[in-house]
């Protein structure tokens, strides 16, 4: 086996190993990777198609929430590992900020999607949960966000988000807001201003990615 | 729907009847309801059924003369008697007042009076808040399961000391007494991952049912206990069924090989200490691709509420042929719909749903979660009424 073939099994077994159990397989194949001298954007690439598997998994009555918040958990773990190589910063410079709305505790479902998103490498600024309308507009504004995530899960607070994307629009009209959440859905996050609903984090990063090419 | 030793039946019925409530469906023999379900439905052709009949009728799988509807308006009555949250979720007379008041207002055939997702967790000790405009909720910055340790940490609580499970118990007999037999009064429970849920939150709980399933196991036959007593004292009380909340049996919550190891055991002690009292088990379920066999399977229960359709069934077709003789469907309106339709637009929704799920009975037209508590009641009127047009 030359060095290419043992790269290449190295990079598909590090895929793989993307919600394998056990908490430490995919560190040990990403430290092999980098033992091996594979090039810090093919093992970010590897993982990222290790996501993707999971992600299409996600809604399918075989691989739960723990399962997935997990594997996620470990993916960062490993592209911890990477951060300080040459060519990690390689990937799009994206910054997004995400934060659930003013009154409402859960913050699960952004937790995910924030994951997700780091996961593919994009910048992600969390504010976290019980935001007002104005430290989104703030968060906005202070990382020059290209998308602004918001959250509600429950029907009492989820109106909050039309004061939000009014008040954010206002100020940076460029800027892409997606929203999710129990309550919503497509016809209802589009009346409140939304560029894009996310159901779920199936679809998130394809939704990210097409909101985005429309600039 | 056990059978029950003739004596018994007939000192408990008479019991029920005299004091103006409807009768479990368990103090009767199956054939006994099978035989009014049929005569009803012979019946509804002619004449209108009382509520109570067009229930009977319907969970008997039959048709009635229309279908019976539960607009699931909860936290949204206490504006009819012009209550804050804080109020409805704490005294229970208020809370009375409001559900009652939602009933005479709206009609329907089912109340499912809860008051909120907490009220377990709040008497194990999770500390809450209570907004002024909002449900009330855990202090998820203050959880009671602070880290794996504190499963074990977890205790028994008796419900005599338990203020929140208390006052739905004093609430349950004063809409038994007052609704009578113009409807049922479904009691409430959230399932025990439900529980442990609120004390340790989602992401915490989540990983430990993978890390430390026997921690979180153990914490839940302690919450299991409580639980037992507490829908026995509501069936006490005298509603017709308690719902038992699993929303961790979907794509939102655990596979289904997790749920049914980690989750499963519990709510099958719990559905069958309902039935032991002769009463109905329901199961509500918001979640995505909730996994009605499991829970069929676990729990056996009379009606399944959910909001998105199961997750081997494609549309409700599907849905209908496989689980509409197992199991009465109760929903789905969706939540989002109510919050931005007109009322006419929710009902064109309710005339489609009913087209496609009541052939044959076994179909209560429901929104398929809480009605949004601070939305205008009109698209709950307009539910029921499409349920009485359309049904």
Redesign the interface.
């Known amino acids: 086996m030359n060095d290419m073939d043992q790269q290449r099994d190295v990079l598909i077994t590090l895929k793989r190993s993307v919600g394998a159990p056990g908490a430490d397989a995919l560190k040990e194949w990403v430290d092999r990777a980098m033992k091996e001298s594979i090039p810090v954007h093919d093992i970010r690439c590897a993982l990222i198609q290790g996501v993707e598997t999971l992600r299409h998994r ?10 997935f ?2 594997s996620i ?1 470990s993916v960062l773990d490993g592209l911890d590992m990477l951060s300080g190589m040459e060519d990690a910063g390689s990937m799009p410079d994206t910054p997004i900020v995400i934060g659930v709305v003013k ?1 409402d ?2 913050d ?1 479902g952004k ?1 995910i999607i924030a994951g997700i998103y780091r996961a593919y490498g994009y910048r992600v600024v969390d504010l976290g949960r019980d935001v007002c309308s104005d430290a989104f507009v703030q968060g906005v504004a202070l990382n020059g966000a290209k998308i602004l995530g918001i959250s509600a899960m ?6 909050a988000m039309k004061d939000i994307i009014r008040d954010v629009k206002a100020k940076y009209p460029e800027t892409k807001i997606i929203v999710g959440g ?4 497509e ?2 996050a589009r ?1 409140y201003g939304a560029d894009a609903y996310v159901e ?1 984090a199936v679809s998130v990063i394809e939704q990210t990615m097409a909101i985005l090419d429309t600039d | 729907m056990g059978r029950s030793a003739p004596t018994q039946f007939l000192s408990r019925l008479v019991k029920t009847v005299l004091s103006g409530q409807v009768p479990p469906p368990g103090l009767f023999p199956e054939w006994m309801l099978d035989g009014a379900a049929s005569l009803c439905s012979a019946r509804a052709s002619l004449t209108p059924l009382a509520n109570v009949e067009r229930l009977i009728t319907t969970l008997r799988h039959k048709e009635p003369d229309h279908v019976p509807c539960c607009p699931l308006v909860i936290s949204a009555s206490r504006r009819l008697v012009g209550a804050s949250f804080p109020e409805f979720a704490q005294d229970p007379y208020i809370a009375a007042d409001a559900l009652l008041a939602g009933f005479e207002f709206l009609g329907g055939e089912i109340i499912v009076p809860m008051l909120d997702l907490s009220v377990e967790a709040a008497d194990f000790g999770q500390s809450m808040v209570y907004p002024e405009d909002s449900t009330p909720h855990p202090d998820y910055s203050d959880p009671l399961i602070k880290d794996v340790a504190g499963y074990g940490k977890l205790r028994r609580i008796d419900l005599k000391d338990a203020r929140r499970m208390s006052n739905l118990l004093v609430l349950y007999p004063i809409l038994v007494g007052e609704v009578g037999f113009r409807g049922a009064v479904c009691g409430f429970c959230f399932g025990p991952l439900g529980v442990l849920n609120m004390m340790r939150g989602a992401e915490h709980l989540f990983r430990d049912c993978v890390n430390h399933p026997r921690e979180v196991m153990a914490a839940m036959e302690t919450i299991t206990d409580v639980l037992i007593e507490y829908v026995e004292a509501q069936c006490d009380a005298g509603v017709l069924g308690v719902t038992l909340d699993t929303l961790f049996a979907s794509w939102n919550g655990l596979s289904r090989e997790m749920w049914e190891r980690i989750e499963g055991p519990f709510v099958r002690d719990i559905a069958r200490a309902i039935r032991k009292k002769g009463c109905l088990v329901a199961v509500h379920n918001c979640g995505h691709g909730v996994y009605f066999d499991s829970q069929i399977r676990f729990m056996e229960p009379d009606i399944i509420s959910f909001a998105h359709l199961p997750d081997d069934c494609k549309d409700r077709k599907e849905l209908k042929a496989r689980y509409g003789d197992q199991v009465v469907l109760m929903g789905y309106v969706e939540t989002p719909l109510l919050s931005y339709s007109t009322p006419f637009d929710v009902m064109q929704e309710c005339r489609k749903m009913i087209h496609d799920l009541a052939d044959g009975g076994g179909f209560i037209l429901a929104p398929g979660c809480e009605y949004p508590p601070n939305l205008h009641l009109d698209n709950a009127l307009a539910l029921v009424e499409a349920a009485r047009k359309y049904g």
């Open positions: 996600l809604m399918s009555s075989d691989f739960g929430m723990p399962d918040l997990l958990d009154g505790p859960h699960l937790n429950m029907s009492t607070t989820m109106s129990a309550p919503l859905n016809v209802l009346s779920s």
